[in-house]
């Protein structure tokens, strides 16, 4: 009992110690950043949909832009309503610094979530090389600093897979439903997680089968999930079911991004700020399916009927826009970055990367506790290569890749340790 109490003592510590090397890490990135380049930290995203968002439920309108209701269903609303509750505590004038600190606390929980992740599915060695690699990553405080959504998102996401992780370790009703209910609001947070879902069920799936449950409660776990998700997304939905008749997610899912990312007339620019420069000479199909009087779903087909009859035309073009999103995606910093920027972010990158890339090496040799983290990267980069291509978005996988880099260092650590020591005669 007393080798357990203090088992129980040292990781209660070592989560302390993490979460505030992690804070403080981040903190003092987004003070360096609001000093230099505090009229920078005011990205388009924010200005032109969250703030509005934000003060329209600040007064009492609605969820709405401008007016139109309908329009802002195109925002996933979660970072607005979070928005809307830290101005209505601290008030409308809260600094840019003020958010950076909210955003480092939403990443230093991360971190902490970084280490339980790499020590259930790999030993304490990695999850605390992978917690400390997160915790000091100078790309988390960097992004810290912009009131953007993925700091809220991010944590939203990874504590999905936390959660689906103790589900896939101990099935039960109770963890399932609670999986589930975070994949539904992590994805009111970013749309695009829901695509997720089908990558959790499979998981969920093949861990049963390994454990021995039956079809039955292989099905019913399933199912549970499902109704987790359901319960989160049930107020967005009946909300947009009494604007449009139908219970959509958004009006700009996965069939327009298709479109805007692939269709005609298509070109990624190199990314020079976190957002791909997009130019679509054909954006007049957008407008006429706007103007459509069919709903929301329709629209999505239509677009994804439009894409790939492009697609089908010419393969060597699409060849040639999946190399520019994946150079753009995985770039080590923006183009045309000071000196600066390349040495301490863009080498940082270029050194996590490689870990990273080393322990996935290292993990598939030994082929334990590897499914959650494949599907999440796997997930991830289906994802970000058919729809979106901007090194903002590498986010979201970085937490899962610290896990790998957290491998190779843990093996290093071990190395050096059992190394024999020379004598001296």
């Known amino acids: 009992m007393i080798h357990q109490g203090g088992d129980r003592a040292q990781h209660a510590r070592r989560l302390i110690v993490l979460f505030l090397l992690s804070f403080a890490f981040k903190v003092a990135g987004v003070g360096y950043l609001t000093a230099t380049h505090g009229s920078e930290l005011d990205p388009p995203d924010t200005r032109n949909l969250y703030a509005p968002l934000a003060h329209g439920l600040l007064a009492g309108e609605g969820y709405h832009l401008a007016g139109d209701y309908r329009d802002a269903t195109r925002v996933p609303p979660v ?34 979530l970084v280490y339980l992740l790499g020590r259930r599915l790999f030993g304490e060695e990695t999850g605390l090389a992978a917690g400390l690699l997160h915790a000091c990553d100078p790309w988390e405080a ?7 959504k993925e700091s809220l998102a991010v944590f939203l996401f990874v504590l999905t897979v936390w959660w689906l992780l103790r589900t896939l370790d101990h099935p039960s009703w109770a ?24 990558f959790a069920v499979m998981l969920l ?10 079809l039955g409660a292989a099905t019913r776990l399933a199912a549970i999930f499902t109704l987790g998700t359901l319960a989160s997304l049930c107020p967005w939905l009946a909300r947009n079911q009494r604007l449009f008749g139908e219970p959509v997610i958004s009006t700009h899912l996965a069939g327009r991004y298709f479109y805007v990312a692939n269709g005609p007339g298509v070109v990624q620019a190199p ?30 087909w239509a677009f994804f009927r439009q894409t790939i009859r492009h697609l089908a035309i010419d393969p060597a073009a699409v060849a040639a826009l999946l ?25 940082s990158y270029a050194a996590f990367m490689m870990l990273s890339i080393a322990g996935l090496a290292l993990s598939w040799k030994r082929r334990s506790g590897l499914a959650l983290p494949l599907a999440v990267v796997a997930f991830y980069l289906l994802t970000h290569l058919l729809f979106f291509a901007e090194i903002r978005y590498r986010q979201y996988l970085t937490p899962f890749l610290a896990l790998f880099a957290g491998q190779t260092l843990a093996a290093g650590w071990k190395r050096i340790a059992v190394a024999p020591r020379p004598t001296h005669g």
């Open 175 to 198: 963890r399932g439903f609670l999986a589930g209910a975070g994949l539904g609001v992590a994805s009111l947070a970013r749309y695009a997680t829901l695509g997720f879902y089908p």
């Open 271 to 300: 990314d020079t700020s976190g957002y791909s420069g997009r130019a679509l000479p054909d954006a007049a199909f957008i407008r006429e399916m706007e103007r459509s009087a069919e709903g929301p779903a329709a629209r999505e």
């Open 205 to 214: 799936a093949g861990r049963v089968h390994r454990s021995g449950l039956t």
């Open 142 to 148: 960097f992004w810290a600093a912009f009131p953007l």
């Open 323 to 347: 190399r520019t999103k994946l150079v753009n995606q995985w770039r080590p910093t923006f183009e045309g970055a000071s000196l600066a920027n390349q040495v301490v972010l863009g080498g």
């Open 79 to 112: 970072f607005p309503l979070y928005l809307a509750a830290v101005h209505g505590l601290l008030g409308s004038d809260v600094p840019a610094l003020g958010i950076g600190i909210l955003n480092s606390v939403f990443r230093g929980w991360t971190t902490l």
